[in-house]
Each structure stands twice: as C-alpha cells, then as structure tokens.
C-alpha cells in the first residue's frame, strides 16, 4: 500500500509557480513537491500549453510538465460527473474534482471556495 501523500495539481498553482519572480526553491509548489507526488491532467496542461505566448514559455510549461505526472481523461471519469455536477458551476472544475476523487489524490489550488470539501481532500495555498 502506497503512503505516500499524492496531490492533483490544479492549473493556476502551476502557473503561479512558472511565473514566480523570486527563488524558485521558496515556492508554494515547491513545498508541495517535496511532500508527495504530484498529478496534473490533460486538461490542465492542456490549459499552461494554450495560455503560453512565447517560445520561452512554452519551453518552461514542457519542462515542468516532464517533472510531475500528467493523467489522461479516461471516460470513466464521465460516469461520476452527474453525482457531483450540483456543487459545481462549470464542467472543467467539475471534471477535476472527479479526478481527484476517482484517483484519491488531494487538490492542490489557490481558488477557495471553488472545489466542495468531502470526497476530495483540498488544499488552497
């Protein structure tokens, strides 16, 4: 059995860390990092790739993206969707929710109030 703590990720962690100006070992995510494994989805990196404007950036979302573990959307995700559609006000959020539920992976976010306390442990830096 697997103790070790396991987090998803949510898209503007990741960004917030891309694009932090100071000491990258101070970061938020970093100290995430150093406690477990870290997730992502498709979807979320779907999103750093669609907001990148240069080619530096770019570079930066590839290169962190190689660093965690980026998980497909299976469509067995979709079969939870109508269980927890009430608490949520878009798809997206809804989505990675039921990820982080069907996985038993923690959400690691800095929107409060955006994801139901409950079935998925969250975690608002």
Do not use: W
Not at 55 to 79: D, M, P, T, W
Request: charged share 20%.
């Amino acid at each position: 059995m697997n103790s070790e703590i396991q987090f998803l990720l949510d898209t503007d962690v990741i960004v917030e860390y891309l694009n932090y100006k100071g000491d990258k070992l101070s970061s938020s995510l970093i100290k995430i990092l150093s406690q477990g494994k870290c997730f992502t989805t498709v979807l979320n990196a779907s999103e750093l790739y669609f907001f990148a404007k240069d080619k530096l950036q770019l570079e930066a979302v590839e290169k962190f993206l190689f660093s965690i573990n980026v998980l497909g959307i299976h469509s067995r995700y979709s079969l939870k969707i109508s269980e927890y559609s009430k608490h949520f006000n878009n798809l997206r959020d809804c989505l990675i929710y039921v990820v982080a539920y069907l996985n038993k992976l923690s959400i690691v976010t800095k929107r409060n109030n955006v994801f139901p306390e409950g079935d998925v442990n969250i975690i608002v830096i």
